[in-house]
């Protein structure tokens, strides 16, 4: 008989299910179909007047929800901004690895077709790496500077802002503005999270229907407000905002702003947009893994995951060494809750608010609490920073009134204080719908909101999960599969809107509006981490500690980072995947040599310990080390009840191009010797 954990090898009972089930194409056949019940749901919903919005039903009308996801989604963008505050002056400031100020008068100049000017930066590189091979390699200063500013038209202007959309060209990329967009962020999302609460505690939204129409409107444009910040730091600093969280930020925030337009008045549409963004996320998650590394299909990923994921920390450790049928059992549960967990969220679907929706609605909750198991395990067995509270605050929008209802009694404050005042306020919200009748045509205004939502859906659904599934998917498979066989011109005519939907996702992926979610799709079996050092005679190294990567040592162990995410250390992690296929290192990695030898202290302060510093390891009088070298050591975490947390080894016969050694200028050097000069200009 099969069993659910055969470890002979042979393919498990509940494999062969997802087998059938993926790769026979029922993931995508059931998608579409939920994807299209929603759309009409939520173009009918807001056509007809109230409908499924009763907010006289115990069950609640779905509004409390929303508010919730948006107050926990606020919180995330305030912690995502102040996270990248801590380090930007040493990332993107004027005197760190990509200033901003560079890349935006770099892309100026592209975008205006003028020639651009170079820096020449030279540096000594010398010797030999770690394992003995000779290293020829490039060693690059800081950007090229921001040039002076010239006088632009206004069609100039924003014929820049449409392929570069940044607030940077209105308020210019100076370090003081950088550090404000950021503190702007953080006071906005901060707004967002008290204001609607002390509104609503204060039953103030409900004394007039024009104040509750003139706060909707300002609401929106405070969500959007925040997103346009947050995408305008991702587009200045390269690599280091380059995560997929970054814009899935970008993301939420600009559908939280959309659907507060209609969330008051219809707050079972917003609802459904809000729950398919969740639904969207956590099955992309899934597909990709089954189409990414086939560790995932021989379940053995998590044999791997702990100690090759980007931070690990001590709980890393824990989890590596739990049995490997944990390890299998782990893979089979990651694939029943992000394949087969996020259809059951539509379990209660088609049904009004009745008894059996009410049990329906159990096997929603189901979903629920197994993607917080999921994302409970994964940030504690690894550092995320605020992205696993994102998603966190994300999945909410399965839940229904009732939780909040049940959670505002526990507190004490019952029907009488904010669910009282958020009742009123849809009250109220229907007199602002009917004073906004003559200035927005009332219905047509929702119909309009209904549109952009149900081509959000699907813009956001078919690129991204054709991506996911490397292309075993794709929107004519879709329209293939639609019961219209006896109608061809209404395949046809979705045949030309899938068509449509690609042009939309290719145009409007410089906006971050829908992005892509799928992740640890690639696994590796090896960890290789960079190790800088610094000598001062080339013979005694002494090394540069990261904050918050592995450090060679006997007492390392990793941090626990609740909610910071840190942007250098987690870029780092990437480059040694890189370098075993022979690609060399980014710019900023020989920028950040470049600076650790200078000693720039806004580079240094991205580092936890300077061995040349006031205080460092190093011997004699503070100052700039002559030599800075980089290499490349192997982790392996160390057997059980050991006394280290960590084994390491050097890559004995191999070198790679992050073995780098770089000598600090007028070292070594002559006037009829300069054969060892590299001198090295980029262009931007």
């Given amino acids: 008989m099969t069993t659910l954990d055969n470890t002979d090898g042979g393919e498990t009972a509940i494999l062969s299910f997802f087998r059938a089930f993926i790769e026979g194409g029922w993931w995508w056949h059931l998608y579409g179909i939920i994807l299209l019940t929603v759309q009409l749901l939520v173009v009918g919903n807001l056509a007809i007047p109230n409908a499924y919005s009763s907010s006289s039903d115990n069950n609640g009308s779905g509004l409390m929800t929303v508010m919730a996801v948006g107050r926990g989604c606020a919180l995330a963008n305030g912690v995502a901004f102040w996270s990248f505050r801590r380090q930007l002056p040493g990332l993107i400031g004027s005197n760190g690895l990509t200033p901003a100020a560079s890349l935006i008068e770099g892309t100026k100049r592209k975008l205006t077709r003028r020639p651009s000017s170079m820096r020449s930066v030279t540096a000594q590189v010398v010797g030999a790496g770690a394992t003995g091979g000779t290293i020829a390699t490039r060693v690059t200063g800081s950007l090229l500077r921001s040039a002076p500013n010239e006088t632009q038209t206004w069609k100039q202007w924003f014929d820049n802002f449409l392929q570069f959309p940044t607030v940077f060209w209105a308020v210019g990329s100076s370090d003081r503005a950088l550090l404000g967009v950021c503190t702007s962020g953080i006071v906005l999302s901060s707004l967002l999270f008290l204001v609607p609460l002390v509104l609503c505690s204060k039953n103030i939204c409900s004394k007039s229907a024009w104040w509750h129409l003139v706060y909707t409107i300002i609401e929106t444009l405070a969500w959007w407000t925040c997103g346009f910040l947050y995408l305008s730091l991702i587009h200045v600093s390269g690599d280091f905002l380059g995560l997929q969280s970054d814009s899935n930020l970008v993301e939420i925030d600009a559908l939280l702003g959309l659907v507060r337009l209609v969330q008051t008045t219809h707050p079972y549409p917003a609802l459904l947009a809000v729950r398919f963004f969740a639904f969207r996320k956590m ?22 995951h702990y100690f090759t994921q980007p931070l690990p920390n001590r709980f890393s450790y824990f989890a590596h060494h739990m049995p490997n049928w944990f390890h299998r059992q782990s893979v089979l549960a990651t694939f029943c809750i992000e394949v087969l967990l996020p259809y059951l969220i539509w379990a209660d679907l088609l049904w009004p608010p009745t008894s059996i929706w009410k049990v329906l609605s159990v096997i929603r909750y189901v979903a629920w609490l197994g993607f917080n198991c999921l994302n409970f395990a994964i940030n504690v067995s690894g550092n995320y920073g605020f992205i696993g509270f994102l998603n966190t605050c994300e999945n909410l929008s399965l839940t229904d009134d009732r939780l909040w209802i049940a959670l505002l009694s526990v507190l004490g404050l019952g029907k009488s204080e904010i669910q009282t005042s958020v009742i009123a306020g849809e009250e109220m919200g229907k007199g602002a719908l009917i004073s906004m009748f003559v200035m927005t045509a009332g219905s047509l205004f929702r119909l309009a909101v209904g549109i952009v939502i149900i081509t959000y859906l699907a813009v956001s659904s078919l690129p991204t999960l054709s991506r996911a599934s490397r292309g075993s998917f794709t929107a004519n498979d879709f329209v293939s599969t639609l019961p219209f066989e006896n109608y061809p011109e209404v395949k046809d005519m979705f045949r030309s809107a899938s068509q449509k939907v690609d042009i939309l996702y290719s145009r409007q992926r410089k906006l971050r509006l829908c992005n892509y979610q799928g992740k640890f799709a690639g696994m590796h079996d090896y960890r290789w981490e960079p190790i800088i050092e610094g000598s001062r005679d080339g013979e005694i190294w002494h090394q540069y500690k990261w904050k918050y990567k592995l450090n060679a040592g006997p007492d390392e162990c990793g941090r626990v980072l609740p909610f910071h995410l840190p942007r250098l250390d987690w870029r780092v992690w990437f480059l040694p995947l890189s370098a075993r296929r022979g690609g060399t290192p980014p710019g900023w990695y020989f920028d950040l040599l470049d600076d650790l030898q200078k000693q720039t202290p806004e580079v240094v302060a991205l580092i936890h310990e300077d061995p040349f510093g006031e205080g460092g390891s190093a ?37 790679t191009p992050m073995d780098i050694v770089v000598v600090g200028p007028g070292v070594g050097t002559s006037s009829d010797d300069d054969s060892n000069d590299v001198g090295h200009e980029k262009e931007e």
């Fill in 283 to 304: 099955l992309g998650c899934g597909i990709c893994k089954w189409y990414g590394s086939g560790m995932w299909q021989k379940l053995t990923a998590m044999n791997v």
């Fill in 619 to 655: 011997e004699g009088t503070p100052g700039p080390p002559n030599y800075i070298r980089s290499r490349l050591v192997e982790f392996t975490f160390a057997p059980k009840r050991s006394n280290e947390w960590w084994n390491t080894k050097d890559l004995q016969g191999r070198s």
